[in-house]
Each structure stands twice: as structure tokens, then as C-alpha cells.
């Protein structure tokens, strides 16, 4: 994946000294095993470093600074071995800007019933040790995902897994650049949003570019290179005859090929992790990019169309989250709906833009004409999703917050669709069609979202989380005056704990 950095997580556990120097090293070596099974263990997409045991108010302050002062350190596990006095841990937890997993273990699985002495019930007190740390966490309000259960347990390491998965792609957020070609579709609001916030709040920033910058970049790719690239379509895709060279539509493909180049040559000297664009700015292009996208999608980039920066950088850090994970990750927009009595099926497209990791099938690579834009018929890759439990996200700006929105889906197989040239997928929503929709849109979901197969509603909860924003999740059990109401109560709350920064 493009501009992806492969950070670590420290394992830190806490205790103090009134134990005396015997059992404190059977504290470190015990947590050392620990974070040892952690870091090996291939369930977890990142390594475990397991940091010297803390015991003193200095200690505790030293590492968290020392956290926050390394890029390197995506977050941290937190354990209490044995009683860690929690005011200890004020000053340090006040600094720490990591987002932290509070792991809620005992080093021994099996209570040894018949050798069980007070020594043992001095080493193995996490059941009172974790206890005294929580409630220094919430008394302080802190953001933090609690894991309980032995760590040998494989169910506890997918709840790591899922944090980790979410900790990386926050990770990946701080400091990253997403370009913006042109400015919004006109009048939308959905895709408009505050990016002074979105900084403030998440940590990346978003800025505009000319397309005309885009265009000389295009226009300065060797046509040999365009060439070359055009017959690695032919080599990967079930490319149209009419496109192959000595068909009598090559030359766009080769321009779709000169598009690709000149937008990566652009997004790799900018140091972008994502971008937009909007057909109706597309100046010197003769074609709204169609395949480019897709392809660079398909590479981690993330994309809005119609200037969405928002599902642009939602996209990239659902890319990152699921990253390894079988599945795919796309832009996507619920486009169109079947609605026989039974049941309603959401017809999920875009005029062109879906990445092809969520292909069922080698895709076909078409000319078609767009219908809007203006501009020359574009080529782009078609196929089907496959099928299989997926969802969708929507991050939106209220104003003077962001909601996540998420709602879990199964694509399901479709009618051939001969006359639709474009990548699409069907799915059904749960709990079910109307209840989905009418919570999505109560909840202002945009049309335009990122769609998965590899991350879970899980991951995009700990994101939220680290994010402090309200996630509102769509799925079983969900019912529309429960979820209404959750959103009532979530107003109140957002708007307290943003305070008077807005
Ligand atoms: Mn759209």
C-alpha cells in the first residue's frame, strides 16, 4: 500500500514497589511473556514491544511523553500484573495523546486450587489491579478499549486485532495530505464539510489543487510509458477489443494510461494518501478519470468523488484498517433500489469510480459514454462485488461535530445487468431494508460511503473511539425509536464533551 508505515504497539505494565525486588522481576518476566505472545502471534496485524514495568509517578510520566514523542508507537496496552496505585498514574495519563488498550488479563490461566498460597494472590491481582486503573481511566474521562480474558485466549487477541487494525489507520491519519482537484460538486451539502475542524479533530489535512497542475502532469507522461502501461491493461483485465492496441479506440486507452501516470507522478510528489476530484471540473482532462481511479484505489489511495474529502480519508483509513485482510475496500454510493414486497435491495454503483479489490471477477475494461461532464466517453473497469457480509460508512459533518455512520450489509447475487457499464454491487441491509435506510438517513448518512468486506463494525468503533466521535451503527437488533433516541441522547452528549472549542 502507498505511504503506509508500519508502527508499533508497547505492551506497559504497571505495579509498584511494595512488593519488594522479588516478585516486581517475576512481574517484568512474566509480562515479557506477554507481550512476546503478542508480537508473535499472526492474528495481530501489528508487533507488540513490551517496555520496561512501571512503579513511580516519574516512571509512568517518563513513558507516556515518551510515547507521544515517538512516530513509531501507535499505541499502547496497558496492563495492571499486580496493584498499581492509580493516582500514579494521573500525570502521566493527562500527557498521554496514544490511544491505549486497557488489556484486562492475569498471567495465569488456572487457579493452582490446592498450592494456592498469598504469594500467588500477590502476583496474579489484575482482578483488583485492573479495577483501581479503570476507574482512574473513566474518572478522567479517557478514551480507551477494554479487552478482557486470558491473553492465550484467541477471541481476546481478535479484540486487539481489531484495535490494532484501528490504532494503524489512526496512525496513519496524523500529518497525512489529501488533494483536492477542483472544489465541491455545486450546491451539495452532504460532500461539503469544515476542514479546519477535520484537522483539529483527526489530524490530516486537505487542500485544493488546480486541475490544470493535474492536466500538465498528464501531459508531460512519454507516450511510450502511457504505451506500456496500456499493454499492462491488456495483461490484466479482459480489456475490450475495441480498446487493444489496433482496435479503433486504443488512443483511449492510452490516454486513461497517461491519466493513471500523471495522477500518481502528482499524488507521489505530493505525499498524498488520497484525493478528489469532481466532473464538473475537469478543465484540460479530456476524460473524467475512470480507470486512474480505480487502479489507484486499488493501490490504498483513498477517493471522493464530486470533491467528498471526507469519504476520501474515511476510504484511506478503511484501506489501512483492513489492510492484509481478505475481503476489499471501495468507494461506494447507494445508487439505485429494488423494492419487491418481500424485501428491498440497495443497487450500489458510481459512474465509474469503484475499486476493483472488491471484484468477484477478473474485470472487464469498457468505453462507454458518461452522459454527464461533457467530456470524451471514459474507460473504466466493470464488474460485480462479490458476494459476502460487508458495510458501509459515512463520515458526515454536523456542524459542529462528525458522525460516523455505519450500517452492516450482505451482497447478494444479482440479474446480469447488460446495458450498465459500470463496477456495482447488491446488497441487503440489516437488520432490515427500511429500518436501515430510515436510521441512515435519520442519521444524515451520506449517499456517498466507504464499503468493506475486510473491516468490521468493531475496528470502526475503536476509531471512533480514538477519533471522539459518535459512531451510530446500523445493524441486528437496531430498531429505528431506539436508534432515534440514541441519537437524541448522543447530541446532548457531543456537544457537552466537545466543550466551547467548536
Ligand atoms: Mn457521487
Partial sequence: MKNLSRPVIWFVCGSQHLYGPGPLAQVADNAQTIAGALAASARLPLKTVMKPIVTTPDEITRMCMAANADAECAGLILWMHTFSPAKMWIRGLSLLSKPFLHLHTQFNRDLPWASIDMDFMNLNQAAHGDREAGFLHSRMGLARKVVVGHWSDPEVEDRIGAWMRAAHAWADWQGARFCRFGDNMRQVAVTEGDKVSAEMKFGFAVNGYGVSELVAQ?????????????????????????????????????????????????????????????????????????????????????????????????????????????????????????????????????????????????????????????????????????????????????????????????????????????????????????????????????????????????????????????????????????????????????????????
Fill in 218 to 502: 498528464v501531459e508531460a507522461v512519454k507516450p511510450a510509458a502511457a504505451e506500456a502501461l496500456a499493454a499492462d491493461y491488456e495483461s490484466l483485465y479482459a480489456v475490450a477489443p475495441e480498446l487493444k492496441k489496433g482496435g479503433k479506440r486504443h488512443a483511449a486507452l492510452v490516454y486513461a494510461a497517461r491519466q493513471e501516470l500523471g495522477l500518481r507522478a502528482f499524488l507521489e510528489a505530493g505525499g498524498f494518501k488520497g484525493f478528489t476530484d469532481t466532473f464538473e471540473d475537469l478543465a484540460g482532462l479530456e476524460q473524467l478519470p475512470g480507470l486512474a481511479v480505480q487502479r489507484l484505489m486499488a493501490d490504498g489511495y483513498g477517493f471522493g468523488a464530486e470533491g467528498d474529502w471526507k469519504t476520501a480519508a474515511l476510504l484511506r483509513a478503511m484501506k489501512v484498517m483492513g489492510e492484509g485482510l481478505a475481503g476489499g475496500t471501495s468507494f461506494m454510493e447507494d445508487y439505485t433500489y429494488h423494492l419487491p414486497p418481500a424485501g428491498g435491495q440497495v443497487l450500489g454503483a458510481h459512474m465509474l469510480e469503484i475499486c476493483p479489490s472488491i471484484a468477484a471477477a477478473k474485470p472487464r475494461v469498457e468505453i462507454h459514454p458518461l452522459g454527464i461532464g461533457g467530456k470524451s466517453d471514459p474507460v473504466r473497469m466493470v464488474f460485480d462485488g462479490k458476494k459476502g457480509a460487508a458495510l458501509n460508512a459515512s463520515l458526515i459533518d454536523m456542524g459542529t461535530r462528525f458522525r460516523l455512520v455505519v450500517n452492516e450489509i450482505r451482497v447478494v447475487d444479482h440479474a446480469d445487468l447488460p446495458k450498465l457499464p459500470v463496477a456495482r454491487a447488491v446488497w441487503e441491509c440489516e437488520p432490515d431494508f427500511k429500518t436501515a435506510c430510515a436510521a441512515w438517513i435519520l442519521a444524515g448518512g451520506a449517499h456517498h460511503s466507504g464499503f468493506s468486506y475486510s473491516v468490521t463494525t468493531e475496528m470502526l468503533e475503536d476509531f471512533a473511539g480514538m477519533a471522539g466521535i459518535e459512531m451510530a451503527r446500523i445493524g441486528r437488533g437496531t430498531t429505528v425509536s431506539a436508534f432515534r433516541q440514541d441519537l437524541r441522547n448522543n447530541e446532548v452528549y457531543y456537544h457537552l464533551a466537545h466543550g466551547f472549542r467548536a
